[in-house]
């Protein structure tokens, strides 16, 4: 799906902005998807050099592509990695720094391994295997590169898993048996496949499976940024899988270890919950990774545990920190730990040491991942961004906490737009807590103006508006038409204490519900900008089931319109047709026949008879975390209760819209829709 195709948007793109000063204007769904998406950085092991991707997109052809590019560590020299391919990503440095492997497609169009050196010259493939390689892993001795591809357990040869394969795409009789849950996951058909773990030799050959059987490394969900890691010394690999007899309704888990020549797998945690995320210490010692404790709850919060490999003894390094932990990185000499979180409206970076436990805070008020270290521990590179700017990559000085940008991929496009950092405010919601907001201003803001509001609400439910420049809800694309985008993050948000996390579990349309409201008469009643007779409200996947129990229960009138896409209609039939079971019988209590009535009691199926207010419905055919058939549901309860209402349908999207064309449809479909309800 990634080709080459203008090459002057690349050229521009890369280059800061330099000239006049000229107009700006507000952001398109054109200049979003000029945008260049800049994401994993890798540190060279001297030091002086990251290697990273972006990502480009042509709206003409509807596809995109990726881009190696490497920059040195002071930011001053930027170049393009030359692979010779329509389509490069992943890099990862050998130990020695003298190559780089990456992914790219063959002939086939199969994305597989290749390796080409670090100073140029021609990539070499290193796989073919016939499902296709990801992931990769350098172990640090050079000697083996780890990847991941799909296999059908049955099968023990490669010529098994093509032949499989083509009969799948190619035969003339397309039935699917079932024979136990999962039958497929988010937006594709299992089809009998497993995810394994392989290792290849740097040099080529035949890839060693080290995760043999009918289990999927890494899991098909739940898992951390990387699910598999190799031990300092290159003789291990420990790797997470969930060995339950039904995953559907599982969090469980688990790290294993397995020699790099492969064999028997040896169990590291027995926690019924979620461990994943593996990472060895430099020295060795420990193996890091992150735990939750509550088994069936995939919201828990993410611990951050040592597991002592001399000792066999685990320590809970975060037991007191009341944050869930994401990404993690060691500091070269063993003794501390980075990791970031999500931190009320933004995703901080935070480091704890391994010999006290004691976390300290490290950034404030900004959005940053893909953390890594400098071999030397002098400094963390990471990406950074925020509503107004996509990611770029940045370095931190650990001793001052001094930060640099290092890449300026997307200078002269905003350079161009016109747009407003957010604003954020506090307020009291249900039982008197304390609930944050974020106001995004439209362009040529005028304050003694009065401008309609679009009201977002955010998935999950465990989840949160973070200050980021999000590819699918940009909070600048709802303000660029002159609106004023308003952003709430609830019970059951992230980034504000575990306990205010499990509020919303149980209750969907309770004390989540009275946060909203209370937002929107807080900022009708402070912002005098904000026309209160002129509100619309957007929100997916819990997003979406809000604006569906809104439809239900906008007694006041208080919106306008409502935008409802890939959200729940109802909750019996949900139940019955998603794919992470645990999901719903965590967060309804049970299954539809063991508690019928909270199912009805949160269900907006339920309200029809009071079903109003005019809204538009999106649902992608491809969407198998809240089947298609919500989407019908609602727009034919709708349309039978005489409420003006449309359906936007994508038979190719899933529970997200990634194709540039379809996502100009639906900017322009869902601005204006609120445009015709609420607009000038």
Not at 512 to 535: A, E, F
Request: aromatic share 14%; proline share 6%.
């Amino acid at each position: 799906m990634r080709k080459v195709i203008v090459l002057f948007t690349v050229a521009v793109c890369l280059l800061p902005f330099i000239g006049i000063a000229q107009q700006r204007h507000p952001i398109t769904v054109e200049d979003m998807w000029k945008v260049g998406r800049v994401s994993d950085p890798q540190v060279s092991p001297d030091g002086r050099t990251i290697a990273y991707q972006v990502t480009f997109y042509s709206m003409e052809q509807n596809r995109g592509w990726s881009t190696i590019y490497l920059v040195s560590i002071d930011g001053k020299d930027v170049r393009e990695f030359i692979t010779g391919m329509k389509s490069s990503s992943e890099p990862v440095w050998s130990p020695d720094g003298r190559r780089i492997a990456f992914i790219a497609d063959d002939k086939e169009g199969t994305p597989q391994v290749y390796v080409e050196d670090a100073a140029g010259g021609t990539a070499r493939r290193l796989t073919s295997i016939s499902l296709g390689a990801s992931g990769l892993l350098w172990s640090p001795d050079g000697r083996h590169i780890a990847f991941v591809s799909d296999v059908f357990p049955q099968c023990a040869s490669d010529s098994c898993n093509a032949a499989r394969e083509n009969e799948l795409e190619n035969g003339k009789v397309k039935a699917k048996f079932f024979t136990n849950l999962p039958y497929r996951v988010w937006n594709y058909w299992k089809d009998g496949k497993r995810s394994h773990l392989f290792v290849v030799s740097a040099d080529g050959g035949k890839p060693v499976d080290l995760t043999p059987g009918d289990y999927d490394t890494p899991p098909i969900d739940l898992g951390g940024k990387m699910d598999y890691a190799f031990s300092p010394d290159s003789k291990e690999v420990c790797y997470v899988k969930n060995t339950d007899k039904m995953v559907a309704v599982s969090t469980n888990n688990d790290l294993f270890t397995v020699s790099v020549n492969g064999g028997e797998s040896k169990r590291i945690t027995t926690n019924l919950s979620n461990d994943n995320q593996p990472l060895y210490s430099p020295d060795g010692r420990y193996i890091a990774y992150r735990a939750q404790m509550i088994p069936g709850f995939e919201s828990d919060r993410s611990r951050l545990m040592l597991y002592d490999r001399k000792e066999g003894r685990f320590v809970d390094l975060t037991e007191n920190y009341d944050r869930s932990v994401d990404e993690v990185v060691w500091s070269p000499d063993s003794r501390t730990l980075y990791f970031n979180a999500d931190d009320e409206g933004y995703h901080n970076i935070f480091e704890v040491s391994t010999a006290s436990g004691k976390v300290e805070q490290i950034t404030r008020h900004s959005t940053n991942e893909d953390l890594t270290t400098t071999p030397d521990g002098k400094y963390l590179v990471f990406l950074r961004q925020s509503v107004t700017h996509p990611n770029d990559i940045y370095k931190m000085d650990i001793a001052t906490h001094e930060v640099t940008q290092l890449t300026h991929t997307n200078g002269s496009l905003l350079a161009q737009l016109d747009m407003s950092p957010w604003e954020p405010f506090w307020f009291k919601g249900a039982d008197g807590a304390m609930v944050e907001g974020f106001i995004v201003k439209p362009p040529n803001f005028d304050p003694h103006k009065k401008y309609p509001m679009v009201y977002l609400v955010h998935g999950g439910p465990q989840g949160q508006w973070l200050d980021e420049f999000h590819y699918r809800w940009n909070a600048e694309m709802f303000a660029a038409p002159g609106y004023v985008a308003v952003m709430v993050n609830p019970r059951g948000s992230t980034g504000y204490g575990q306990k205010f996390t499990d509020e919303i579990s149980g209750d969907w349309g309770g004390k989540v519900y009275v946060d909203l409201m209370d937002g929107v008469k807080y900022v009708t009643s402070h912002y005098s900008y904000i026309d209160k007779n002129r509100i619309a409200a957007a929100g997916a996947s819990f997003g979406g089931y809000m604006m569906n129990w809104m439809e239900g229960h906008n007694n006041e009138g208080i919106f306008k319109c409502l935008v409802s896409h890939d959200g729940v209609y109802d909750a019996v039939s949900m139940f019955g047709s998603t794919e992470e079971l645990w999901f719903p019988i965590w967060e309804f209590k049970g299954t539809p026949w063991t508690n019928p009535a909270l199912y009805h009691k949160w269900s907006p199926s339920s309200y029809v008879k009071n079903f109003k207010t005019p809204m538009l419905v999106i649902h992608g055919q491809q969407d198998f975390r809240l089947d298609v058939s919500q989407g019908y549901q609602l727009f034919t309860a709708l349309q039978m209760m005489h409420v003006p209402s449309e359906m936007l349908y994508f038979p190719n999207e899933f529970h997200f819209v990634v194709k540039p064309q379809d996502a100009r449809l639906w900017w322009n479909t869902v601005l204006g829709w609120i445009g015709k309800y609420v607009g000038d």
